[in-house]
């Protein structure tokens, strides 16, 4: 790793003294900020920044085994024919109601145009 980090500085400051050799005199806003760019590399030293940044725990992130809230993850709701196309569509409890009116409008909005298409276009 350290090995690896070093070449890819090495290659990111070669890369950035050849792009500032080709926009030198040309583009002035764009030569400043790769100048600028090429000594915060210079100073910055990725080995330790490579090295040393703990990587980040996915199942903490996500909630998952021991770091589990412990809640059921089944739908809480049952099947009743009220609800029969709200629970196709994949609308749940947790849907506001802005959430619902969106869902509802992307689906009907795929029903309708499926017809015209299907039907009205021939």
């Known amino acids: 790793?350290?090995?690896q980090s070093r070449a890819s500085t090495v290659l990111f400051q070669q890369l950035f003294a050849d792009l500032l050799e080709t926009v030198k005199g040309k583009y002035?806003?764009?030569e400043a900020y790769y100048e600028d760019y090429a000594e915060m590399l210079d100073k910055t030293d990725l080995d330790v920044i490579l090295i040393e940044t703990p990587a980040?725990?996915?199942d903490r992130m996500l909630h998952r085994g021991e770091y589990s809230n412990n809640e059921s993850l089944e739908n809480k709701s049952k099947w009743t024919w009220r609800n029969v196309y709200g629970k196709l569509i994949g609308i749940d409890d947790e849907y506001t109601r802005g959430d619902k009116v969106?869902?509802?409008s992307v689906f009907s909005y795929?029903?309708?145009s499926q017809f015209f298409i299907a039907f009205v276009g021939v």
């Open 102 to 104: 969106i869902a509802w």
């Open 28 to 30: 002035p806003v764009v």
């Open 56 to 58: 980040n725990n996915l």
């Open 1 to 3: 790793m350290i090995l």
């Open 110 to 112: 795929a029903v309708v």
